[in-house]
């Protein structure tokens, strides 16, 4: 009579405990150090500047940010959530917090907008490459924290590497969507001025692409955001911390304090970013521009024969 014990089972978690513990970690352990060094070398920068900014500096910074940028009703908004932040008493965490967020967005940025317009401009690189971008979107966090932390330990750094992970797909997915969304017509007639491919690439599609392009690392802002609280199961701070360890004492109202923070701080990064992105697509050259940038003929004062004088 079969038995469910007598069935064959693919021992699939002795094999990648085999791959991390006995090849992994004990082979690539400094290439892995090495790695973090330049995240924590921005992070530890990040934080300290943005901790040795008074409130009411870095307050009216953003506040003339978001009213350049945006309007006056985010400048406001910015300005009441900012003071909320400091009143209930997170205000270094939030700066901790944001420190992580763009020290992850700039890494994401670093590499995904690269592969996003390599994907763009190779469709072998594209369909190989998409597999790989929805595991990373689909498999849950708390999977590979655990490689993560035998591989990198505990702290901010690992807890970054994590978010890097979690928020990178949408900005490779929407820079190579921006990128293919630039008109054909457009780019052959780029080329036919002469222009080399690395021109149409800074002169005609990046410009063009650069709402979506925006849209991407918006979405990868809050995706970053939303790792705070779990990047603090692996020894990250911020708001997270806060978050985390009030869960895990049943304090309401600190996780409360920690979760009001990631919420105020996300609404103005998501705002503030969003009105770049708007305003980066009405600036961006359309086709009369983009074909002067590359031809440009000034036509002579007077016309030829004309000899200056004007025909009556």
Do not use: H
Request: glycine share 10%.
């Amino acid at each position: 009579m079969w038995q469910p014990s007598d069935s064959f089972e693919i021992p699939l978690d002795v094999w990648v405990e085999t791959v991390i513990k006995g090849w992994l970690v004990p082979n690539f352990r400094d290439l892995f150090q090495a790695v973090q060094v330049p995240i924590t070398t921005v992070l530890e920068g990040l934080d300290l500047a943005l901790q040795a900014i008074p409130m009411p500096l870095f307050t009216l910074a953003l506040v003339l940010v978001a009213w350049a940028v945006a309007s006056r009703g985010l400048a406001l908004f910015t300005l009441v959530a900012l003071a909320v932040v400091d009143l209930i008493g997170v205000w270094p965490q939030t700066m901790t917090t944001l420190a992580m967020i763009l020290t992850a967005v700039l890494f994401c940025a670093i590499v995904g907008v690269p592969l996003g317009i390599a994907a763009a401009r190779r469709d072998g690189f594209e369909k190989g490459l998409r597999p790989v971008l929805d595991i990373m979107q689909t498999i849950p966090p708390f999977v590979y924290l655990v490689p993560i932390v035998m591989l990198f330990g505990v702290g901010m750094t690992p807890g970054i590497i994590a978010t890097i992970i979690f928020a990178l797909p949408p900005i490779i997915r929407l820079t190579n969507l921006g990128i293919r969304s630039v008109p054909e017509d457009l780019i052959e007639a780029a080329y036919a001025f002469g222009s080399s491919p690395r021109q149409v690439l800074w002169e005609v599609q990046l410009p063009l692409a650069l709402r979506t392009i925006m849209a991407g690392l918006n979405q990868t802002l809050m995706l970053a955001l939303s790792m705070a609280v779990i990047a603090a199961l692996i020894g990250a701070g911020g708001l997270g911390l806060i978050v985390y360890t009030g869960l895990g004492r049943l304090d309401v109202g600190a996780a409360t304090e920690g979760g009001l923070g990631i919420v105020l701080l996300a609404m103005i990064l998501d705002r503030i970013t969003q009105a770049l992105g708007s305003e980066s697509t009405t600036k961006s050259p359309g086709l009369l521009e983009t074909l002067k940038a590359f031809f440009r003929i000034r036509a002579p004062a007077n016309p030829p024969g004309s000899g200056g004088q004007s025909v009556s």
